[in-house]
């Protein structure tokens, strides 16, 4: 039993994966939207604030105050780990910023 179940897991972190790109680009595309269309000059940070914030949310609506909790906190340094060397590569790729 411990086999099916190790399969499943495995066929639905596949699954997650290959739709996670998708997903990033819907997400990001709606956060742009909002950021040009605001008018009021922080709204690009309130709307970076609000998605963070949605995303705690739903995860504590779906798994309860702890555990919610403990899986935002898990998929920020998991995605974090995952695109700290993508980003430095789009930060060596640009330059660096004026001082």
């Known amino acids: 039993m411990n086999d099916n179940l190790s399969k499943e897991f495995d066929r639905i972190t596949d699954l997650g994966r290959a739709h996670s790109d998708e997903y990033t680009e819907r997400l990001l595309a709606f956060v742009q939207d909002m950021e040009a269309s605001a008018p009021e000059p922080f709204m690009p940070l309130l709307a970076d ?49 004026p001082q």
């Open 49 to 97: 604030i609000a998605l963070v914030r949605a995303l705690i949310v739903h995860l504590v609506i779906r798994f309860g105050p702890e555990r919610g909790l403990i899986e935002a906190r898990d998929a920020f340094n998991t995605t974090f780990d995952q695109m700290k060397p993508i980003l430095e590569n789009m930060e060596k790729a640009k330059g660096n910023p």
